[in-house]
């Protein structure tokens, strides 16, 4: 399967502790999305990256958060000191983009991994 | 700042019947998808309109986008069970005028049910 993959898919962990997740992007993808769903709602907008250079955070990021994609290929986003409201599904998604607007790529988004926080 | 909503959220449907969810949005875009979530899954793409007027269909399932109006459809034509899911539409924000950067903005989601 050459579909986006996220590991691990399951995490429980201890408020306080940290934790990282990685997500490899579908192969030659060149756009990396990370986004958080919580129970009932949709998908929220976190980061992207195109290539390695990381373009967007949104204000839900906050500085307990960091994301990388280091050589452009796979990326991890880590959760410092997490609290219980960082309970989600995380998100990664990727796509081709080639520079026009009008090529309009599927997004394809990974399994999700799922962070319990007690 | 884009919003996005969609009504109904939810929706208990019988099987044989025709139903639209509708996907408003609050600032410019020209492109606009549409997934699938099946309960503790991951999303699956179902349509990518990039113009005003497009409609595509698939199955059961056709979707449509006027930009004018902001307005997405997801219309169902004779409901199996098998569609039951949540759908989600999202629109594309551009952040890179002149480019093709951006990300997707979601709705809330349709949870959908349906009935024998």
């Known amino acids: 399967d050459t579909g986006v993959s996220q590991n691990p898919r399951h995490k429980i962990t201890k408020r306080g502790q940290n934790v990282t997740f990685r997500c490899d992007p579908i192969s030659e993808h060149n756009r990396l999305y990370w986004y958080r769903q919580t129970l009932g709602q949709g998908p929220e907008f976190l980061t992207y990256?195109?290539?390695?250079?990381?373009?967007?955070k949104s204000r839900l990021l906050s500085d307990r958060f960091s994301a990388e994609r280091p050589k452009g290929s796979f990326s991890t986003l880590e959760i410092q000191r997490t609290e219980q409201g960082d309970s989600a599904m995380y998100l990664c998604?990727?796509?081709?983009?080639?520079?026009?607007?009008?090529?309009?790529?599927?997004?394809?988004f990974g399994e999700g991994s799922w962070l319990t926080v007690v | 700042e884009l919003k996005v909503e969609q009504n109904p959220l939810f929706l208990s449907m019988q099987e044989g019947k025709n139903y639209t969810i509708y996907c408003n949005y609050s600032t410019t875009s020209d492109r606009l998808y549409w997934y699938r979530q099946d309960p503790g899954k991951s999303l699956e793409s179902l349509f990518v309109l990039l113009s005003n007027g497009a409609v595509k269909q698939e199955g059961r399932l056709m979707a449509s986008l006027d930009t004018k109006a902001r307005l997405s459809t997801l219309h169902i034509t004779a409901a199996v069970h098998d569609l039951s899911a949540t759908y989600f539409c999202?629109?594309?924000?551009?952040?890179?005028?002149?480019?093709?950067?951006?990300?997707?903005?979601f709705g809330k989601g349709t949870k959908l049910s349906v009935k024998p």
């Open positions: 999202a629109v594309y924000r551009l952040v890179n005028y002149g480019g093709s950067q951006g990300n997707l903005i």
């Open positions: 990256f195109q290539n390695e250079a990381q373009l967007e």
């Open positions: 998604a990727s796509s081709l983009g080639v520079g026009s607007y009008s090529s309009g790529n599927t997004i394809y």
